[in-house]
């Protein structure tokens, strides 16, 4: 259901008031005025009313009532349209949430499809900061965007502890296939993260060069430093996803290393075993004359034979570490 989180209007850094959603472009009219609306699940009917009070172009609504298209950033003459996603886990699993933004001179529009953390945060920052706030829509812009990379950062940390505990693991016991399955989910979620994650430094980049009215040249390194911390979390990304494919590795070298190990240790006792079988096998063959057949103590010289024989092998298997 659609809901109107805030719709307020600002001027020289300080909220005015709260306005009704059809009030939006008389206030945004005013010199020196800008409306900050935050919309949640907007269906047709309130996007539409938005197109005809601040003229948003007809492609941007289209995308808007369309959804789940990829994060991006459309100009439309002195316009603004931009999707991005916030990562949010559900029941274990990793879901992204989109949430679009419309910007132009005297308005700034985001509305959030979902249940990602609200904007109310961002917008009691900005309140509180009116000498940031009084540059108008352009820090309203990057303060958005800086939230939405802000809810990255949780996600990452929490997959760098469980990469760090499954190498940890992998080098005390033998991989499982729960171990294996668990790796190959972080690597699928880590790609997805990192799918999501890269256009929004590529947005931030293009907000330096663009040319509009409402952003102001003294804001685009604010949103440099956006750019700068998304590029810083993409090279974390790339990291992990080594660490998966290493945890992988070393989990496989380690379990060759113990086979290895294993297949030594059967290798040795097979050899000894193999002497008394060699030496007893002779000797039950059926032939009359045969040497010492006729001694008294030929039984238990070749017991002494095999004695010495399999406690020199094991020494030596012992000595190269085979046993």
Not at 303 to 314: D, K, Q
Request: glycine share 8%; charged share 20%; aromatic share 10%.
């Amino acid at each position: 259901m659609a809901q109107v989180i805030a719709a307020a209007v600002y001027a020289n850094g300080k909220k005015v008031s709260d306005i009704r959603l059809d009030e939006g472009a008389e206030w945004a009219a005013r010199e020196g005025h800008f409306v900050w609306i935050g919309l949640h699940d907007p269906g047709r009917e309130e996007l539409l009313s938005l197109q005809r009070q601040f003229q948003l172009h007809p492609l941007a609504i289209e995308d808007a009532l369309l959804q789940h298209t990829r994060p991006k950033l459309e100009t439309f003459g002195d316009a603004l349209f931009m999707v991005v996603y916030s990562p949010i886990r559900r029941d274990g699993e990793l879901v992204f949430i989109e949430t679009q933004l419309f910007a132009g001179k005297g308005y700034v529009i985001s509305a959030r499809y979902g249940d990602s953390p609200s904007y109310a945060a961002v917008r009691q920052r900005c309140e509180a900061q009116p000498q940031m706030l009084v540059h108008g829509e352009d820090y309203v812009l990057h303060s958005l965007l800086g939230f939405v990379i802000e809810n990255y950062r949780p996600l990452l940390d929490d997959y760098h502890a469980q990469l760090e505990d499954m190498e940890q693991r992998v080098l005390n016991q033998p991989l499982s296939q729960a171990d294996v399955e668990a790796v190959q989910g972080m690597r699928r979620s880590l790609s997805r993260l990192r799918r999501y994650l890269a256009p929004l430094g590529e947005i931030c980049q293009e907000l330096q060069r663009l040319d509009f009215p409402f952003i102001d040249k003294h804001m685009r390194p604010y949103f440099r430093n956006v750019a700068i911390h998304t590029q810083r979390m993409l090279e974390d990304l790339t990291a992990m996803r080594e660490m998966a494919d290493h945890a992988i590795e070393i989990g496989l070298l380690l379990e060759a290393s113990r086979q290895s190990l294993t297949q030594r240790k059967f290798a040795a006792w097979a050899a000894i075993l193999a002497f008394p079988t060699a030496l007893t096998g002779i000797y039950g063959m059926n032939f009359h004359f045969m040497p010492e057949l006729g001694w008294e103590y030929g039984y238990f010289g070749v017991l002494g034979i095999i004695a010495l024989g399999c406690g020199g092998l094991y020494a030596n298997f012992k000595r190269l570490n085979w046993l």
